[in-house]
């Protein structure tokens, strides 16, 4: 089961509105991190939509018999759809997208679907690993052997997306099952932390025993470090086993 939970969103110190969101079902069955781009007000409202969306769908759904992955990428289509419905009514939103990470505990499995650069990291025994792929242009690049790590990093081209919900294109959503272990903790969150903070300095707030703590932590070193974009983290603990 999991044992522990937490989540907080900041708007930064640069953004005046707040575009991500994120939802935490109090069951703990599921988690989401949503990262909403396209104008003042278009963001905002596209994140929301997306989470709204699939904590509805999988809520709705939770005990049918259809698998877990495909459970999750009708929960996406959901939410694409529901994008794009909202542009379709209000075309000064026309341009508005959002990313999208969910992790489920259904089953006695664990899965993670994923759209944009909002991640999922695992920490193991004091262990970071990303646990997604990054759907950006430059993410495409390193894995081509285009650029080097340190390249990325400061590429203009870095926060290009080549996937994200809110798209009539939208044919396929990474999904995908994990494995974790008694003491694993999994970390949600948006772009805005991971621009600012190393996976070395993110692994070392997650190691403290306070979720809430760790949290707190990670935002506000996010915000020292310029805290350019949105923040957003979802913390999730586990003991012994993960299922419904």
């Known amino acids: 089961m999991i044992c522990r939970f937490t989540g907080l969103s900041d708007p930064g110190l640069v953004r005046s509105v707040n575009q991500d969101d994120y939802h935490i079902d ?11 781009m396209g104008g003042h007000a278009g963001g905002q409202e596209a994140s929301q939509i997306a989470t709204h969306a699939i904590h509805t769908y999988l809520n709705e759904h939770w005990h049918s018999s259809e698998s877990s992955q ?23 939103r026309s341009d508005m997208g959002t990313t999208g990470v969910v992790v489920v505990f ?17 920490l193991r025994s004091s262990k970071l690993e990303q646990i997604t792929e990054d759907h950006t242009w430059v993410a495409r690049a390193m894995k081509a052997g285009e ?3 340190e390249q990325a990093k400061m590429h203009p081209w870095r926060h ?24 694993d903790k999994l970390l949600l969150c948006s772009d805005g932390l991971t621009e600012e903070l190393s996976d070395n300095l993110i692994g070392t707030y997650l190691k403290l025993s306070s979720l809430e703590k760790a949290a707190e932590n990670l ?3 996010a915000k020292d470090k310029g805290g350019r974009d949105n923040i ?12 419904d």
Request: glycine share 6%.
């Open 26 to 36: 109090p069951d703990g069955r599921f988690f989401i991190v949503a990262d909403g």
């Open 70 to 92: 495909a459970l999750l990428e009708k929960a996406f289509f959901e939410a694409n759809h529901a994008i794009i419905q909202d542009q379709d009514d209000h075309p000064e």
């Open 106 to 122: 259904r089953e006695n499995q664990s899965w993670v679907a994923h759209i944009g650069d909002s991640r999922l990291y695992r």
């Open 147 to 149: 650029l080097t790590p």
């Open 160 to 183: 290009v997306l080549s996937q994200c919900l809110g798209r009539k294109d939208l044919r396929q959503i990474d999904i995908q099952p994990m494995d974790v272990q008694a003491d």
């Open 219 to 221: 935002v506000q070193a």
């Open 232 to 243: 957003t983290v979802v913390i999730v603990a586990l003991d012994s086993s993960s299922g």
